[in-house]
């Protein structure tokens, strides 16, 4: 799951400046698949009868000896030649003596990632909300920890404190963001404010009375501390 690697590595370069611990080991600014692909090999044997050799070349001996219509789990093992595992261990069969190899792909749903893509698109559809200091309901006035326990409580099931120096402390600190962690910020040393990161360097969050709900870059304010509420 590569991901706009030059824009992340810029983005939490600053972070691992600023977030205690940095940002080592940090994933690239951007949503993670909620589907995750994989491939494996078959391998079926089509000719009357197809000899096992004990490594890929023809002179290393024979392993064993398959038969028409069978069917094994294999690796490319490249010039022609896939690795298997017969009932004689592991062997390598010539492709080009009526064997075909078959790629099989496996899709997986991702929950987590189905869980973070449902947090963020819940919290978006609030965007151009009002703030007001101490509000806790997004469709008639909401603060920043307001905001967040209302997305998280309804998104996801997840009680918060209204409070972003409590939301700190309720949760799994982390180094870097993935879509639905919340970031907080810090205005002389204590922690006033938090938002949720929506991936590609953005987070959205109650702002202030005159900007109300909106998205802004991750990095707004200096943020101090990432924490998956998820976990």
Request: aromatic residues 8%.
């Amino acid at each position: 799951m590569k991901r706009k690697l030059l824009a992340g590595v810029f983005l939490f370069a600053v972070l691992a400046a600023a977030v205690p611990g940095g940002a080592r080991e940090a994933e690239a600014a951007g949503y993670i698949g909620t589907v995750e692909t994989s491939s494996s090999y078959r391998l079926k044997i089509e000719a009357p009868a197809v000899t096992v050799y004990s490594e890929p070349n023809i002179f290393s001996g024979e392993a064993a000896e398959t038969h028409a219509s069978q069917v094994y789990d294999a690796k490319a093992a490249g010039d022609g030649w896939a690795e298997i595992t017969s009932g004689s261990g592991k062997g390598y069969v010539r492709l080009s003596d009526g064997a075909v190899l078959l790629e099989v792909t496996q899709e997986t749903v991702n929950e987590e990632a189905v869980m973070r893509e449902k947090i963020v698109n819940y919290a978006l559809q609030f965007v151009g909300g009002r703030y007001a200091w101490g509000g806790t309901d997004p469709h008639t006035g909401v603060d920043c920890s307001g905001f967040t326990a209302y997305v998280m409580r309804h998104a996801a099931g997840i009680s918060l404190s209204h409070s972003s120096r409590a939301q700190a402390g309720e949760g799994r600190r982390v180094n870097a963001p993935k879509p639905g962690d919340l970031i907080f910020y810090s205005g002389g040393g204590t922690i006033d404010h938090v938002a949720i990161y929506i991936g590609n360097g953005q987070v959205v969050h109650a702002s202030s009375r005159k900007t109300g709900i909106k998205i802004s870059a991750w990095d707004h304010r200096t943020p101090v501390r990432i924490v998956d509420v998820l976990s």
